[in-house]
């Protein structure tokens, strides 16, 4: 689909944040269907901010970023059409996010800047935030499965991530709406219930009209999205909601979502998060040692990530990638082993 202009398009970026399993992917591909709006999948490049230190880029911030995640090939631009010597962390995510989306509004879906919106509004003051829910519970449930054939989702500590840190998106929403930033919020339940509605909502805060082919999930270009088994349904032909499953969730981690679920609906008055409903029959919250002992937990993995990804930005790239080789190596060579246990069974 031909992309068009907008009065809106020269604004700031558009930002689609939810968390990991939260429907980010989907409403990136519908909201892309629309001929004013081309986000980026994951560009992600606020992770590597360590490439732009003291106002002066890396020599190599694009190779770096696209071993990072290859956002660049993904979206299928030129990495030498790039300028190495930019000034900084805004201008190098203009240059690249505007190149990708020509004349449509610009910006990024991704699930990894839950925790980093209100920075993210502060160095792109004309920015807009679309920040989708679901139930925390079928995140987890979700992610679970991921994990059983994808690496990144079986990694320790990512259901915590999510528990901890849907609390901590809604927080950085609320700052966002406290510093006059643009924010839209909706529930993934109703953006699957009632995809035309949740979009003329989402049409309306962009202030641009629409498009009824933005329902049309099988139109939609989702060549940027990773080939892995979690994203048959966003590269499916049509908007459906998950089918109930064999529960795979453990009954010690459902209770403490349940727990945790009170303790935000007694903050927020019963009225966030909408999903789970509260629920009268198991009122428990948790107590300050569980909640203490959570959050160092979850410090500790966040730190990890953040240690991860300004390793990126200053190890020896050819370290990296002799390092990322023989991990490739490795696994093959353990998938091949237990293939071959499989056939001598």
């Avoid at 079986?154 to 643009?182: D, F, S, T, W």
Wanted: proline share 6%; net charge positive.
């Amino acid at each position: 689909m031909a992309k068009s202009s907008s009065p809106e398009s020269s604004n700031g970026p558009v930002f689609v944040v939810g968390m990991w399993r939260s429907g980010t992917s989907l409403l990136y591909a519908l909201l892309n269907l629309h001929p004013q709006i081309a986000l980026m999948y994951e560009g992600d490049l606020p992770l590597l901010s360590a490439l732009f230190k003291g106002g002066k880029s890396k020599s190599d911030w694009v190779e770096r970023w696209e071993f990072w995640n290859g956002a660049l090939s993904r979206h299928h631009i030129d990495l030498a059409s790039i300028p190495r010597d930019v000034a900084g962390l805004p201008e190098a995510m203009e240059l690249v996010y505007r190149k990708h989306a020509g004349l449509a509004m610009w910006g990024c879906k991704s699930p990894n800047y839950y925790d980093c919106m209100v920075p993210l509004a502060k160095q792109f003051p004309g920015a807009r935030f679309i920040v989708i829910y679901r139930d925390p519970t079928d995140v987890c449930r979700s992610i679970v499965r991921a994990g059983r054939k994808s690496r990144w989702f079986a990694k320790k500590g990512l259901p915590l991530r999510v528990i901890l840190g849907y609390r901590e998106m809604k927080r950085e929403a609320e700052g966002l709406a406290r510093m006059g930033a643009n924010v839209h919020e909706l529930q993934y339940e109703e953006l699957v219930r009632e995809p035309a509605t949740a979009l003329t909502g989402i049409c309306r805060f962009l202030q641009i009209s629409y498009d009824a082919r933005m329902v049309a999930l099988d139109e939609a270009d989702r060549s940027a999205i990773y080939n892995a088994d979690h994203h048959d349904g966003v590269k499916g032909k049509k908007i459906a909601a998950a089918v109930e499953r064999e529960e795979v969730l453990s009954p010690g981690l459902r209770a403490k979502i349940r727990r945790y679920a009170n303790l935000w609906q007694a903050e927020f008055g019963g009225m966030w998060p909408a999903h789970p409903e509260p629920d009268s029959t198991q009122p428990d919250l948790p107590g300050w040692m569980e909640r203490s002992l959570d959050r160092l937990r979850y410090r500790a993995f966040r730190g990890y990530d953040h240690a991860i990804a300004a390793f990126y930005c200053i190890a020896p790239l050819g370290l990296l990638r002799a390092y990322r080789r023989r991990r490739q190596l490795a696994e093959a060579t353990k998938t091949t082993d237990n293939f071959q246990s499989v056939g001598a069974d």
